[in-house]
């Protein structure tokens, strides 16, 4: 009998340690920023983000110089030009004015595609280490640390079911 409560309670121990050990995820964190940032594909998108950078801004500002030499010309022409005339070339500063704005709204919008697109390959890699070495080390969840990050990772119990269930949804 007094080896029988032996056991009992060494079963008891066992089985509550266990569920203590099981109750307590393993919590990381990293700063995906700083990571990102110390990749050496990062240097090589950084140096194509910026030689794009510096295309787009020699375009406008040819754009631009040329804009500033018609308004010149024309202003010093003016009083020598019908209205009509004037009228016309007014319109046509107007017009270029109109298309360096746009030219400008383009370039921009094509720099954050190709950012997007040169950053896509750099994250998920960092993802996919970061998980590899998370899983590697037995942590359930990987905060990122980063200004205004989340969760990276996830493999502790999620309680959306269980809370659901508890609101009757």
Same mark, same amino acid.
């Given at each position: 009998m007094k080896h029988f409560k032996t056991f009992l309670f060494a079963a008891a121990l066992f089985i509550g340690a266990t569920s203590f050990t099981q109750a307590q995820s393993k919590v990381a964190h990293i700063n995906t920023q700083?990571?990102? /940032? &110390? #990749?050496?594909? #990062?240097?090589? &998108?950084? =140096?194509? #983000?910026?030689?794009? $950078?510096?295309?787009?801004? @020699? %375009?406008i500002q040819s754009m631009v110089t040329e804009y500033q030499? /018609? +308004?010149?010309?024309?202003? @010093?022409e003016a009083a020598t030009k019908t209205d009509e005339e004037n009228q016309k070339r007014s319109m046509e500063i107007q017009t270029m004015q109109q298309n360096? !704005?746009?030219?400008? $709204?383009?370039?921009q919008q094509e720099m954050q595609k190709k950012e997007i697109d040169l950053l896509k390959p750099i994250t998920e890699k960092a993802k996919a280490a970061i998980l590899k070495? =998370?899983? =590697?080390? $037995?942590?359930?969840?990987? +905060? %990122?640390?980063? !200004?205004g990050g989340g969760v990276i990772m996830a493999d502790g119990k999620n309680l959306i079911d269980d809370v659901k269930k508890e609101l009757g949804i």
């Open positions: 700083e990571l990102i /940032k &110390a #990749m050496p594909e #990062m240097n090589t &998108a950084q =140096a194509e #983000m910026d030689k794009l $950078g510096k295309t787009y801004e @020699a %375009d030499n /018609k +308004l010149k010309q024309y202003e @010093a360096i !704005q746009q030219y400008q $709204g383009q370039a070495v =998370a899983r =590697a080390q $037995g942590f359930d969840y990987v +905060l %990122d640390s980063t !200004q």
